[in-house]
């Protein structure tokens, strides 16, 4: 298992905490979309949430959808995650370059900017759970440190870090989230809260060969921690030509016989894994019979 979710309990309970090692994930997106560093950071970033996030979901056909829109250069990314670690997502703005914050740190919450954080939960309800915050820094950790408090009311601590190397690969990549249960005594979250002033970024703890294991060791070691599982995590699109033949077909009649009339072809292209879809006129007049 390469890229992997744990996830866990401590204090008896009263803490549950996620942890992620995801580098390959973010080194596949970073192909696909052809991005910067400042960019592969930010989407490596909220693809490491989006995947810990997920593994909260319960039901196999459950969804989580992040998405920031910024003023920033970077514009806003889209990202994807279900309860079995797989995750996809793109950048609007991939070739987004600005000078680093100081040396060796990149500058992700220039690239954001300010805007928003919109959080939906498609877990089966008639209506997708949808929540927004206005974004705090737009370095994604502690934007979603603020959702976690305002939206769902749930006190939240989280890290988030994608690591570059200077030919623009991925290093490494990885983060954390813990999460106050009721029953967290004040003790316990006093600890808690003196470790994460002190503890180290998360790219300097996953590039001293840190587990996910071990950083939630080092986070909750002394509060009763329990590794309760293990899942692999991996950049995966679900897109295929069959899914996007039914999209087309959606768009109705009308439309699809002024894309027959004015064109002559159609093609489509998916955000998230960048594969192009192309339709001679023979499939639209195939795809206009099935519209009627």
Not at 137 to 166: H, M, N, R, W
């Amino acid at each position: 298992m390469n890229d992997y979710i744990v996830r866990a309990t401590a204090g008896n309970g009263s803490i549950r905490a996620f942890a992620a090692t995801t580098g390959e994930l973010v080194q596949k997106a970073r192909e696909i979309h052809h991005t910067s560093p400042v960019a592969s950071a930010a989407l490596g970033r909220l693809l490491t949430a989006a995947a810990m996030m997920g593994s909260m979901l319960k039901g196999e056909k459950d969804l989580v959808t992040l998405q920031i829109r910024g003023n920033g250069p970077l514009q806003g990314i889209v990202v994807s995650g279900d309860c079995r670690g797989q995750v996809k997502g793109y950048v609007f703005n991939p070739n987004v370059e600005l000078p680093d914050k100081y040396p060796g740190k990149l500058d992700v919450g220039g690239a954001v900017g300010a805007g928003y954080l919109d959080v939906i939960k498609d877990i089966g309800m008639r209506e997708p759970y949808a929540g927004r915050i206005e974004l705090v820094t737009g370095e994604i950790a502690e934007d979603l440190t603020y959702y976690f408090a305002q939206s769902e009311q749930t006190p939240s601590a989280v890290g988030l870090g994608v690591l570059v190397e200077t030919d623009t690969s991925i290093r490494c990549a990885g983060g954390f989230m813990i999460q106050l249960l009721p029953g967290a005594d004040e003790g316990m979250v006093s600890r808690l809260e003196e470790k994460l002033r002190n503890v180290p970024y998360v790219t300097d703890l996953l590039d001293a060969g840190k587990t996910p294991e071990e950083i939630l060791e080092l986070l909750l070691g002394d509060m009763g921690l329990r590794i309760l599982d293990r899942l692999p995590a991996a950049f995966t699109c679900n897109c295929d030509r069959q899914r996007v033949e039914k999209a087309l077909i959606s768009i109705g009649r009308e439309e699809l016989e002024k894309i027959i009339e004015e064109d002559g072809r159609a093609n489509l292209h998916c955000h998230f894994c960048a594969k192009e879809y192309d339709f001679s006129e023979a499939d639209l007049l195939r795809l206009l019979e099935e519209a009627k």
